[in-house]
């Protein structure tokens, strides 16, 4: 097989005459021995490149919250540029290895929440604050196979490792949710109203407790929203967030759907 002729734009496709399952399967298995490719910008050799390493590195002015966001929320980085593609490359083509990376920033971010946020550092090193990741949407979770912003947040809570510190992903969708990628302000708070829960069996965990919700990007705020407001129903008494990267106003936001 000609492999020049079956890469296009960077990735291996197969031959057209190749059968569609068949064309899956080899995509998969061809994935596994051809060069990676960086994350943020395509460059062969590593999963993330130290250019694109630099670029997400730019932290945002000062260490507090992104102004405007309720609940408060702390960002690594800029959701723009090499941290978008990504992010989306994570998120939704299952680019695991990214992960790592992305783990790093988004301790970071929820390190900064940590220790300036007066709620967070009332309740430790005594008291423990819950670290929830905000669920992906049934149909994209299934399509993935995982939940990639429950792993992420995983990985980023053990990097920390802070026992004060207790990640669990209590919360669930209790309905179907639109895609939220094509959706406004206002559209997307419409489609996410009420959409989320706790779980019964974690129900317990949520007495009086203070969380650090989690997410990859925040963009409208609408999807931490909801889940703040699942979470203060079963509960808790304090909730601020955590993400990898605030996609900036001036950013088209079409491609990120948080
Ligand atoms: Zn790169």
């Known amino acids: 097989m000609d492999e020049r002729r079956g890469r296009r734009g960077g990735r291996w496709t197969a031959p057209a005459e190749v ?6 399967g080899l995509r998969d298995a061809v994935g596994l021995v051809l060069p990676v490719r960086c994350g943020g910008c395509a460059a062969p050799g590593a999963a993330w490149c130290p250019g ?7 932290p945002l002015p000062g260490s507090g919250p992104v102004p405007g966001a309720d609940p408060q929320v702390w960002a690594a980085t800029a959701c723009a540029g090499p941290v978008r593609l990504a ?9 695991a290895d990214l992960r790592p990376e992305l783990a790093g920033l988004l301790a970071t971010a929820m ?3 940590l220790v300036t946020d007066p709620g967070l550092r009332a309740a430790r090193p005594d008291g423990t604050v819950l670290v929830v990741p905000v669920p992906t949407s049934r149909r994209a979770g299934r ?5 990639a912003v429950a792993a992420l947040t995983a990985t980023a809570t053990r990097r920390l490792g802070d026992p004060s510190l207790t990640c669990r992903p209590v919360l669930r ?10 959706l406004g302000r206002a559209a997307r708070a419409a489609n996410l109203a009420g ?28 999807t931490l929203a909801e889940a703040a407001r699942a979470l ?9 967030a955590a993400v990898v990267g605030a996609t900036p106003p001036t950013t088209s936001r079409a491609r990120v759907s948080a």
Do not use: I, N, W, Y
């Open 19 to 24: 059968p569609g399952a068949v064309r899956a």
């Open 52 to 58: 694109c390493r630099r670029a997400a590195g730019v």
């Open 87 to 95: 992010v989306t490359a994570h998120k939704d083509a299952g680019r």
């Open 111 to 113: 390190h900064r929440a």
């Open 143 to 147: 399509r993935r196979g995982e939940d």
């Open 173 to 182: 969708h209790t309905r179907p949710v639109a895609d939220q990628t094509a």
């Open 195 to 222: 959409s989320m829960a706790v779980r019964a069996a974690d129900l317990r965990l949520l007495d009086h407790a203070v969380c650090l919700l989690v997410d990859d990007v925040v963009t409208t705020g609408a």
């Open 232 to 240: 203060q129903a079963a509960g808790a008494v304090h909730v601020v």
